[in-house]
């Protein structure tokens, strides 16, 4: 029997703490899910939070969250307005790196990343997406992609970007499979990446 489709509502405070366990589950390997539920917990308090930011939860009957996107409109502006707004709950579960110069670079490199890629891609962003097992292969994540597309249309942006592990087949398929078109490869954090971009004035 198939399962019922997900409800789509807005990424909002109270969806933090499922969407950061499941950001830590799903993006286990990445930089952000090594800093803790905690920081990660504050993260997406924050982004829906701010002008710049933005997202998605799949929820479903019981009103669990089963998937989630957030994007930023700029995402050198979300993270400045994030440190604004959320600076001393954020700051809390990082304290425990202070004395972790390598954790501290790349906590560096992450800020001023948005920069570096400069204007060879837009400044808007989908940031994360991750989906239960159990809601893979039933559409959820296209659906999410979709609501954040029309998002970004309804805030007037024509273009958005997406960075992916260039060894992660399925992620660059998917992505591939939304409508994004490769940009560029970079590197970030020692790993080769892929960015891909996504126009919006294409309706799907």
């Known amino acids: 029997m198939t399962a019922p489709a997900p409800h789509l509502v807005a990424l909002d405070r109270s969806h933090a703490k499922q969407v950061a366990a499941l950001h830590a589950e799903g993006i286990a390997s990445g930089f952000l899910a090594s800093l803790g539920q905690g920081f990660l917990t504050q993260l997406y308090a924050a982004i829906p939070a701010c002008p710049a930011g933005f997202g998605f939860v799949a929820l479903d009957e019981a009103g669990d969250v089963q998937g989630f996107i957030a994007?930023?409109?700029s995402t050198g502006t979300l993270y400045k307005q994030s440190l604004r707004r959320r600076f001393l709950p954020m700051a809390w579960p990082l304290l425990r790196f202070m004395l972790r110069p390598s954790v501290i670079k790349r906590m560096i490199n992450t800020l001023r990343y948005p920069a570096e890629v400069g204007d060879a891609v837009p400044a808007a962003e989908l940031l994360s997406i991750?989906?239960?097992?159990?809601?893979?292969?039933?559409?959820a994540g296209k659906a999410l992609v979709a609501a954040a597309t029309d998002e970004f249309r309804r805030r007037g942006i024509?273009?958005?970007k997406v960075a992916v592990w260039d060894q992660?087949?399925?992620?660059?398929?998917?992505?591939?499979?939304?409508?994004?078109?490769?940009?560029l490869a970079r590197e970030h954090h020692g790993l080769g990446m892929h960015l891909y971009v996504r126009d919006v004035t294409d309706r799907d």
């Open 158 to 160: 024509d273009r958005y």
């Open 130 to 139: 991750v989906i239960t097992p159990a809601l893979r292969g039933q559409g």
């Open 168 to 183: 992660n087949e399925g992620a660059n398929a998917f992505y591939k499979s939304c409508g994004f078109e490769f940009a």
């Open 71 to 73: 994007c930023a409109s």
